[in-house]
């Protein structure tokens, strides 16, 4: 079994002299915006998101963490900082993480090869709690014919 840490500001953009978290109500938002720049600035987003996702993951490799294999379980949990946003609009940015993982590579060696079911085998998420301090999602991973510790 394998962990990664990904804290919660990863996920989040300037905007307007703002920090906004880039959840699925974000993402939505964004696509609606006129004359067709709303993929544009989704793509934007996506780029800067997984940016720092391939940094934290290629930092880890460096550490000593290994690719993922095929038929890989994922399990995360996630700490939010209060409980102004669903779980279901926080799950939207596996796209994100699988998405970096596939980008993160040190000396020839990628994270994740793909992120199809040949590797991965199920994603099972869990809110875990509020951490004002340190809001995250821990991701751990093992082969599919492995079991998850409680």
Same mark, same amino acid.
């Given at each position: 079994m394998a962990k990664l840490i990904i804290p919660l500001t990863a996920f989040m953009i300037p905007k307007h002299g703002k920090l906004v978290k880039v959840t699925l109500n974000e993402w939505i938002n964004v696509h609606g915006v006129k004359n067709g720049m709303g993929r544009h600035i989704a793509a934007g987003y996506k780029k800067r998101i997984q940016s720092k996702i391939v940094a934290?993951?290629?930092?880890a490799m460096v550490d000593g963490l290994g690719p993922i294999d095929k038929n890989t379980k994922f399990q995360l949990d996630w700490y939010?900082? %209060?409980r102004r946003?669903?779980?279901?609009n926080w799950t939207f940015t596996h796209k994100f993480i699988l998405d970096g993982f596939q980008e993160?590579?040190?000396r020839g060696k990628v994270?994740?090869? %793909?992120? %199809?079911?040949?590797?991965v085998a199920s994603l099972?998420?869990?809110?875990?709690?509020?951490?004002?301090? %340190?809001?995250?999602?821990?991701?751990d991973w093992s082969n599919k014919n492995e079991e998850f510790e409680s």
């Open positions: 934290i993951v290629d930092q939010f900082p %209060n946003t669903d779980l279901d993160a590579s040190v994270f994740l090869p %793909n992120d %199809n079911l040949t590797y099972h998420d869990d809110f875990r709690g509020i951490d004002k301090d %340190n809001p995250r999602v821990e991701i």
